[in-house]
């Protein structure tokens, strides 16, 4: 190893010797190809002509890029992974170069077709971006391109990009900066950069259009894939996730674990905590009956199938909200308790006539009061099931799932499989049958708790097991699809009990 390692080191050696000799027009064989070049990447869902790469997955992790063109169109050794993505992309918006200060056109183009991927506060406020294939302890200049036409209301939009010890401020309100350069960045011993993107706070929006990088690269063929890591937690296709230990509620491991990411239907741990505390109070809660709304019915998303007019017990329609994640059942719910709960907090002008809140606005706001009563800093709700942008953080529900699971009857919710019960309408009666959507619970070993899947949140779940006397709960956050989630999840309860429970004799 040593000797290859020799023999890599004298060839980049070479090429470096070389390009300074063509820099500097001593020497050198006449047309002989510049050995440094200028690999462009261009972020959006628009196709780009050229010697581009283009990237268009704004969401989740993995290789975007591999063997990227130069400005001549030579494949390079150069690669390009997403390792935690954005809040979403535009499609237009960017400014063209045409149209920049005449000062900045020697870095022109400002993108390659008007669009870009974007960061947004309260949604997605941080991606990170790694190229690989670089000379390990090589220098490269990165430049960042970012602009918003338009951009004429009261957004802030400022991106701080990161990489190594050095860091830069980009500016896209009204197109103030287009572009910015992170000099002499240093590729660490894998030949790898990593960048991050943040919309810092105080800011609404952050933008990427363009990230170009100079410097000299190998060819295609050289690029390998960055061998495996066997030391740390395994790899998942989750944007975020978190361990805790399930006796004392301590986050133990996490990545990306503080992240503000869509929650989707793991939300109805708080609609069901809510309605179990105020319970606890007043046990004949749990036997009041329900009389399903049309507004409950006709709430769109998963469901339990519950029809207006349709009457139960509370306890009952705790198992259609938290086993087929209902969110007619979410709503239904929030309704019937929510006039017993205080109404939110008023942000309107002095002697402005108010409207008194429903019931469904005064059941959000308690969810939001209790959030903020466990700390959970990265969390705000707009529904009681979900299917609204519901933000929080892998941490902030273990927070949440630690508590809630504290509850005898709250954990008989949630380990439950299958449950039917009889729904009342009028004169007529029906059975429904209501299955869990935690796949967890066909293993032994495991107890709960939610399941959550939208388009903008991916694939989440909460949940505890308990290998021995080792309780852990998990979380996991933005998998790539349903079936993704569950074996995330097992891979790090594995890892988890391993590093806990190490093996006889180990």
């Not at 974007?118 to 941080?126: I, S």
């Not at 009681?384 to 919710?413: C, K, V, W």
Request: net charge negative; proline share 4%; hydrophobic share 40%.
């Amino acid at each position: 190893m040593r000797n290859q390692s020799t023999i890599a080191n004298a060839i980049w050696m070479r090429r470096l010797l070389a390009a300074c000799i063509l820099s500097c027009g001593i020497g050198g064989a006449q047309g002989g190809a510049a050995e440094l070049q200028t690999v462009r990447f261009d972020f959006g869902d628009k196709p780009t002509a050229g010697s581009w790469n283009a990237v268009d997955d704004p969401r989740g992790a993995g290789l975007r890029v591999q063997g990227a063109v130069d400005l001549a169109g030579v494949a390079t050794s150069v690669a390009l992974r997403q390792t935690d993505g954005w809040a979403g992309f535009n499609t237009d918006g960017a400014r063209p170069a045409e149209d920049a200060p005449e000062e900045k056109t020697d870095r022109a183009p400002a993108t390659a077709t008007g669009d870009s991927f974007y960061l947004e506060a309260g949604v997605d406020a941080l991606a990170r971006l790694e190229l690989e294939g670089l000379q390990p302890g090589e220098k490269y200049t990165l430049a960042l391109f970012a602009s918003r036409m338009a951009a004429n209301d009261a957004s802030q939009r400022v991106a701080l990009f990161t990489a190594g010890e050095q860091q830069v401020r980009l500016d896209a309100s009204n197109n103030q900066d287009r572009w910015a350069e992170l000099k002499e960045v240093v590729a660490d011993d894998r030949g790898v950069i990593g960048l991050q993107i943040e919309c810092p706070a105080g800011q609404d929006y952050a933008y990427l259009n363009v990230l170009e990088i100079r410097g000299v690269f190998g060819a295609a063929a050289d690029y390998r894939l960055p061998p495996e890591d066997l030391t740390g937690p395994p790899l998942t296709t989750a944007r975020a996730w978190a361990i805790a230990d399930g006796a004392t509620g301590d986050l133990l491991w996490g990545e990306q674990e503080s992240a503000v990411r869509q929650m989707a239907s793991t939300t109805k741990m708080m609609t069901a905590w809510i309605v179990l505390e105020l319970a606890g109070k007043n046990p004949q809660l749990l036997e009041e009956i329900v009389t399903i709304s049309a507004r409950a019915d006709k709430t769109g998303g998963s469901t339990a199938g519950v029809r207006v007019g349709e009457k139960l017990p509370v306890a009952d329609l705790l198992f259609g909200l938290l086993l087929p994640s209902g969110n007619d059942a979410a709503v239904a719910l929030a309704e019937h308790v929510g006039g017993r709960l205080p109404p939110p907090s008023s942000d309107s002008e002095p002697g402005a006539k108010e409207q008194e809140p429903d019931d469904l606005a005064r059941f959000v706001a308690e969810m939001n009061r209790r959030a903020a009563d466990l700390g959970m800093q990265e969390t705000h709700y707009f529904d009681p099931h979900g299917n609204s942008p519901n933000r929080s953080s892998a941490r902030d529900l273990i927070r949440l799932a630690f508590r809630a699971m504290q509850y005898e009857r709250f954990r008989q919710y949630v380990s439950t499989r299958e449950y039917r019960c009889q729904l009342q309408h009028e004169d007529t009666t029906r059975e429904a049958v209501w299955k869990n959507t935690n796949q967890l619970l066909q293993f032994g070993g495991y107890d709960g708790i939610k399941t959550g899947t939208t388009g903008g949140a991916g694939a989440c779940l909460v949940s505890r097991g308990q290998r021995g006397d080792d309780v852990l709960l998990v979380v996991v956050l933005g998998s790539t699809s349903s079936d993704a989630r569950y074996v995330d999840s097992r891979n790090l309860y594995r890892w988890a009990w391993r590093e806990r429970q190490p093996l006889a004799g180990e």
